[in-house]
């Protein structure tokens, strides 16, 4: 790792501070993505300001049409909410899903979205759910928010603070899993709420998760597993790469969609 | 690029010293304080063999830096038994069902266990394996390692219902 100057800010305002005053910082989240990243050289920033001591980025408050996580809430605190295993227990249990235990007692919220992996879960659980994210300076819907691979709206000297998912009627989050990585071959988020079907998807697309207006409309039509056998996902707009072709990606959107709405119509 | 005052506990004894802010936790623990029975496997936060505890969490110490655990404790697979005492339940238990091959992923595996155990986690042997997802054993040898974190957590699940 090269060397860097280390900060510990003690609130958002002085982080921002921090930030803004360094033109090559970054923030440290909970650093599963990051350290990685640093060990391989792929970044090398001149100073990092470290956000696991301020107390105003954690916690999850539920009102009732919403829970709202802050940033720097660990993946396996959303895993054992009991708020969130009520309201949203797709979003525990997508949770309690990300990478592997020990990851998940460091890896944030905030970061995942922030990183926007195009493979991460929570960019779909964010779609689906409708999200607003809160910064430093505003509040941006989720859509707006994720912007490409790798790729967010933020501005350099804004920090995530906390995330607001709206609660579903219902909802289901099945993944692909890649066995190494654990991060989604293919995720899919499904979720009904006031009426409107949701279907977001990660691992798949060439600019990151994405909303698949296709499946949506279908099961907008009839909320049914059957519903789903005559959509064509287009594979021109998905990745391809050594774990998986476009037209297998597309395959198992299509899966893993059926295995999602089965799971909610169960339920019923 | 300035040094960091750090201060944390390691098993339970004060740790005090000057570090530079992109040393790992596990460099920390091996290089600095000679605690090499936390291994490095794979480097890259995958095999798990780094796992200790910091605070009441199971965490890769290859995958943090040593100033994300200032002010916090951090128990190693050296803190759970004295070198001359008896062994701690769980590496009593690796010995008894032969939890271990070429002994390599062990103070991971154990460690990892270890949080389970403080949480008082119940669990079936599928569980277990499930919950063993962050650490890998390159022998396969995962019944004898399953088999006796299993009996662990029920044994200790006996006791803390005896006691009540």
Redesign the interface.
Known sequence: VAPFNYHRPGSVAEAVALLSARSEGKLLAGGQSLLPTLRLRLAAPTDLIDLGHIAELRGIRATADEISIGAMTRHNDVAASREIAQAIPALARLAGHIGDRQIRNLGTLGGSLANNDPAACYPAAALGLAATIRTSRRSVAAHEFLRGMYETCLDPDEIVTSVSFKIPSKAAYLKFMHPASRFALVGVFVAERAGEVRVAVTGAGLRGAFRSQALESALQHSFSVESIDAVAPDAEELSSDLHASADYRAHLIKVMARRAVAQMTAAD | ??S?DLQLTVNGQPVSLLV???L?LVQLLREHLALTGTHVGCD???C?AC?VLVGD????AC???A??A?GLSVTTIEGLSAKAGPLHSLQAAFKQHHGLQCGFCTPGMIM?AC?LLQNGVAADEREVAA?L???LCRCTGYRGIVAAITETLAAAQQDSRGAV
């Open positions: 690029m300035s960091y530079e802010p992109q790992l890259t936060a995958q798990g796992t969490r199971a965490i890769k995958n943090m830096l100033v994300q200032d990892s949080e919950a997802d962050g650490n």
